[in-house]
């Protein structure tokens, strides 16, 4: 039998656009991006590392404030095109893309300062390493 023979002898087809769906209970009626099913699938973050259980600390973005500047920093080494950190990238809480720095990892340290004058209730951070995939941290504003 056909599905949707079997859904309209069942009498549930229309019945779904009928039924009042919960809305998402986050900025821009989005999902919290730190509680997604992602975390821990897609990219990662401290309390979903998923596959890369156990490199939380040095993966992980953190993020520190000062007025309208923060601080980013990944604790992680720079083993020149081995093993490092690739970029960090800013989001706005929107998850769209504000800015991002790409290192040299035979010459920078993972550390990025970014003015967020223009950004409002949340922002998202993500380091990416060249092994351990991207790691994605958030800070309220
Ligand atoms: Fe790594």
């Known amino acids: ?3 949707r023979f079997f859904l309209k002898g069942l009498g549930l087809i229309g019945v779904a656009s009928s039924v009042a769906m919960p809305k998402p209970a986050f900025a821009g009626g989005m999902l919290d991006p730190m509680g997604s099913k992602l ?9 979903a590392p998923g596959r890369w259980k156990g490199k939380e600390a040095t993966h992980t973005p953190s ?3 000062s007025g309208n500047m923060i601080e980013v920093t990944t604790g992680h080494e720079m083993d020149g095109y081995v093993h490092y950190i690739v970029k960090h990238i800013l989001l706005d809480e929107n998850l769209e893309f504000v800015e991002e720095t790409l290192f040299n990892p035979e010459t920078d340290a993972p550390i990025t300062e970014h003015d967020i004058s223009g950004l409002n209730n949340r922002l998202y951070v ?3 390493c060249n092994k351990h995939d991207a790691w994605l941290n958030t800070l309220a504003l």
């Open 126 to 128: 993500v380091s990416l």
């Open 63 to 65: 993020i520190e404030r």
């Open 1 to 3: 039998m056909h599905r």
């Open 39 to 47: 975390a821990g699938s897609l990219y990662y973050t401290m309390d």
